[in-house]
C-alpha cells in the first residue's frame, strides 16, 4: 500500500521539482517569491493533478486482476493453511 501512495506524490512533486531545476539551471532566484508567482504555482498544481489523475486512470486500466476473476479467500486444507488468491 505503500508503494501507490509514494508514487502519486512523487507525480504530484515531479512538475514542482522541474520547475525548481529549471530556476536553478537559468541561475534565477530560487527563492524569491516573484519566480514563485501564484500564476505559475496554480499551473504547476494544474499539471500535477493531470498526473496523478492520469496515473490513477492508468493503474485502474492496466493493473489488477481480470474483471472476471474470483477471490477465494484464505482456508485450510489438509491442516495446512492456504492463502487466499484471485481465480
Known amino acids: 500500500m505503500l508503494r501507490p501512495v509514494l508514487t502519486e506524490i512523487a507525480l504530484f512533486l515531479t512538475p514542482f521539482a522541474v520547475y525548481a531545476l529549471f530556476i536553478w539551471a537559468t541561475r534565477e532566484g530560487f527563492l524569491d517569491p516573484a519566480a514563485w508567482s501564484p500564476q505559475r504555482?496554480?499551473?504547476?498544481?494544474?499539471?500535477?493533478?493531470?498526473l496523478m489523475?492520469?496515473?490513477?486512470?492508468?493503474?485502474?486500466?492496466f493493473?489488477?486482476?481480470?474483471?472476471?476473476?474470483?477471490?477465494?479467500?484464505?482456508h485450510v486444507e489438509n491442516g495446512?493453511?492456504?492463502p487466499g488468491t484471485m481465480k
Open 80 to 82: 495446512r493453511l492456504v
Open 63 to 74: 493493473t489488477g486482476n481480470p474483471p472476471e476473476s474470483a477471490y477465494v479467500p484464505a
Open 41 to 50: 504555482l496554480a499551473w504547476l498544481t494544474i499539471i500535477a493533478l493531470t
Open 53 to 61: 489523475i492520469s496515473s490513477f486512470v492508468f493503474f485502474a486500466e
